[in-house]
């Protein structure tokens, strides 16, 4: 299927796919974990409640995790700069970008 492309001459060029594709389709590895009672009572209850998976939501909870952490690092090898230039509060910052 080629929607609308045919008289730009694309349709050779693009592909267009009708199937839906889930991260089963996608590369991916399993990792197990270990995590505490009550912590796999409250992940079932937002489970159910969301209607969301358990993959799917510990993979959007690592993800956000990884990237606080990747901020953290970042934050603290550039706080030196910042120092020496008087920036020593977020206030600082805000007031400078604002």
Do not use: W
Not at 65 to 94: H, K, M, W
């Amino acid at each position: 299927m080629c929607p609308s492309l045919s008289n730009l001459g694309l349709c050779g060029l693009l592909h267009f796919d009708d199937e839906r594709h889930t991260m089963y389709d996608m590369k991916t590895s399993a990792v197990t974990i270990r995590i505490e009672p009550d912590l796999q009572k409250l992940l079932d209850k937002v489970c159910k409640q969301s209607g969301r998976t358990r993959s799917d939501i510990v993979r959007d909870s690592l993800k956000r995790q990884l990237s606080i952490i990747r901020f953290e690092q970042l934050r603290r090898q550039v706080l030196p700069f910042a120092e020496a230039r008087g920036y020593l509060t977020d206030e600082d910052v805000n007031k400078a970008v604002s």
